[in-house]
């Protein structure tokens, strides 16, 4: 049985889901939490130039796991998510300036609306035909820059997957974009790659991206 999935609708989101749950395990024990704080860091020197008081959309929020961390930079944050038991709890968190249920492929605000969109641990998602859409849609919210992360293949770990592939062992197959494959997509989607920030050099699979629409301020 995949609960995961057999609850999950596109339009709705998690029907039945622990977000409290799910926010444990995916942040709890003392590595989970140094790879937040350096995500963190990451996406501080993505958001570097954004003035104190900008408005930033956090799609998807989650369990607004981020929205303290924006508001100690002096930003203002509107957490977005599809899943209702996941805005439940972002709603008790400070930081948060308010809260929408929104479908990111048809998100319900208007072009420019906001100064950044933040978007993590999301785009590796899906599926690689959409993305491109799903990235100029995002990025058409911002008059300033999305900032997302991206998985990458330049790790010791995705050398050492593929060095068991090449001995014929069984490992793990994750989607990973390539620096060719990144731009081909941004290209797509008509969207300017401006900075690439590892989270962590050879260790971490994550990069943040800095990726504006052409002629945004």
């Known amino acids: 049985m995949q609960p995961a999935m057999l609850d999950y609708d596109a339009r709705w989101g998690y029907r039945q889901f622990d977000a409290r749950r799910y926010e444990r395990r ?15 860091r990451a996406l501080g020197r993505a958001l570097a130039g954004l003035a104190p008081g900008a408005v ?11 929205a303290p961390f924006l508001a100690r930079r002096g ?9 209702p038991a996941m805005l439940a709890v972002a709603r008790e968190r400070d930081g948060g300036l308010g809260h929408v249920r929104a479908d990111l492929e048809a998100p ?9 969109v933040v978007c993590t ?14 990235l100029d849609t995002l990025a058409a919210l911002a008059h300033g820059p999305l900032v997302a992360t991206v998985c990458h293949p330049y790790t010791l770990k995705s050398f050492g997957r593929a060095l068991r592939r090449a001995l014929g062992r069984r490992a793990k197959q994750s989607p990973r974009l390539t620096r060719r494959a990144l731009a081909a997509e941004l290209d797509t989607a008509g969207l300017e790659l ?17 990726v504006r629409k052409p002629g945004s301020s």
């Open 194 to 210: 401006e900075r690439v920030i590892p989270v962590m050099p050879l260790l971490s699979e994550v990069w943040v991206v800095v």
């Open 121 to 134: 641990r999301f785009l590796m998602h899906v599926p690689a035909a959409g993305r491109p859409r799903v």
């Open 75 to 83: 930003l203002r944050v509107i957490g977005a998510d599809i899943s």
């Open 108 to 116: 319900p605000l208007r072009p420019g609306s906001v100064d950044a």
């Open 56 to 66: 930033v959309l956090d799609a998807p929020c989650g369990t607004g796991i981020l």
């Open 26 to 40: 995916r942040y709890g024990g003392a590595i989970r939490r140094l790879n937040h704080r350096l995500l963190e």
